[in-house]
T-cell receptor, first 111, second 114 residues
Framework: DAKTTQPPSMDCAEGRAANLPCNHS???????VYWYRQIHSQGPQYIIHGLKNNETNEMASLIITEDRKSSTLILPHATLRDTAVYYC????????????FGKGTHLIIQP | DSGVTQTPKHLITATGQRVTLRCSPRSGDLSVYWYQQSLDQGLQFLIQYYNGEERAKGNILERFSAQQFPDLHSELNLSSLELGDSALYFCASSVGQSEPYEQYFGPGTRLTVT
């Protein structure tokens, strides 16, 4: 059972903001939203995570809706090196576990 | 560079054989995770160890086993290999064993079974 829904692919022009949506309508109150990306068969890379509040780090911003049923990852100034598959993952509940990767969104940055 | 190292980078072996993949976590990380990525199954969680103890199991086959040693490095043993075991195997590490935490992935080992 998929916990998240993401568009299979998206394009974005270099230098523009890339906004990647994720639906997680069945998220529980103690579950976090994580974003990872994988650049062409490299190891996945952690980007950001959040619980309720919006979060920002040096890589990206994470906007979580008030009802927590969806979120958006924002890459503020996309570069060609941001071309990758982006995975939105919901997990938590106080216990450790492995990440459950869906199919993700293949983001292609166009020059 | 995530700080997680994996050896070897590539491995080619025959069906029925046994191989060992090795992972060294980031300095200070106590948890190690193993993942398999194949073309048809995507990225799948196999198993997690925390400070030497098995902590969580995912879709790991009985032919596969893992362990984490006192120095915190981990090994994934794959035996009676089949063609379908050909995949990228990633190791990841994290500081603790409970939320929230981020996992840092190694560069992977590409296993080809012929």
């Amino acid at each position: 059972d998929a916990k998240t829904t993401q568009p299979p692919s998206m394009d974005c022009a270099e230098g523009r903001a890339a906004n990647l949506p994720c639906n997680h309508s069945t998220i529980s109150g103690n579950e976090y939203v994580y974003w990872y990306r994988q650049i062409h068969s490299q190891g996945p890379q952690y980007i950001i995570h959040g619980l309720k509040n919006n979060e920002t780090n040096e890589m990206a911003s994470l906007i979580i809706t008030e009802d927590r049923k969806s979120s958006t990852l924002i890459l503020p100034h996309a570069t060609l090196r941001d071309t990758a598959v982006y995975y939105c993952i919901v997990m938590g509940g106080g216990g450790a576990d492995g990440l459950t990767f869906g199919k993700g969104t293949h983001l292609i940055i166009q020059p | 560079d995530s700080g997680v190292t994996q050896t070897p980078k590539h491995l080619i072996t025959a069906t029925g054989q046994r191989v060992t993949l090795r992972c060294s976590p980031r300095s200070g990380d106590l948890s190690v995770y193993w993942y398999q990525q194949s073309l048809d199954q995507g990225l799948q969680f196999l198993i997690q160890y925390y400070n030497g103890e098995e902590r969580a199991k995912g879709n790991i086959l009985e032919r596969f086993s893992a362990q984490q040693f006192p120095d915190l490095h981990s090994e994934l043993n794959l035996s009676s290999l089949e063609l379908g075991d050909s995949a990228l195997y990633f190791c990841a590490s994290s500081v603790g064993q409970s939320e929230p935490y981020e996992q840092y992935f190694g560069p992977g080992t590409r296993l080809t079974v012929t």
